[in-house]
């Protein structure tokens, strides 16, 4: 009996499957083999790829849209600073009688008999029924020593 058992032990284990249709490494096959795996559908790489490219310039056309309201926001301040250094030379070329103080408003003003130009402190409004000059523009100093305009304009 002990020989029996032997005998059974050293016996060589014969697989009645069929070599052809046994994988060595079922866990690589790129589908189910067992009825209990889960499913394995093959990639639709176009639609991957289509929604890749989707998203791609979706990302790109946000960026651009951003990027373009910043240079839009540039080109903003270099009008007004340009317009601040214009009007700033008007008014410094202009008659000034008084020390302008900053973050006043002061009024420009031009003659109507030689043209020539006049920073004043009254306003349009103020001048009663006669106003000698053609107001210009209302501005205020700033810390930098240019003008802002507040209302009116060159």
């Known amino acids: 009996m002990v020989e029996d058992t032997y005998k059974e032990k050293n016996e060589a284990f014969v697989n009645p499957i069929d070599k052809t249709k046994v994988a060595e490494n079922p866990g690589l096959l790129p ?7 889960a499913v394995i559908r093959p990639e ?15 990302q790109t056309d946000r960026q651009m849209e951003q990027l373009q309201k910043q240079m839009e926001t540039l080109v903003n301040q270099a009008r007004s600073l340009n317009e601040r250094m214009q009007i700033s030379e008007l008014i ?29 402190m009254i306003a349009p409004n103020e001048w009663g029924r006669r106003n000698p000059y053609e107001h210009l523009a209302t501005v205020r100093l700033l810390g930098d020593h240019t003008w802002e305009v507040m209302g009116g304009g060159v």
């Open 31 to 37: 589908y189910a083999h067992t009825s209990g795996s």
């Open 44 to 58: 639709d790489k176009g639609r991957i790829r289509g929604n890749a490219m989707t998203a791609m310039y979706d």
């Open 92 to 120: 410094y070329q202009a008659e000034v009688p008084f020390q302008p103080v900053i973050h006043h408003i002061y009024h420009l003003y031009q003659r109507h008999s030689d043209g020539g130009r006049l920073l004043s």
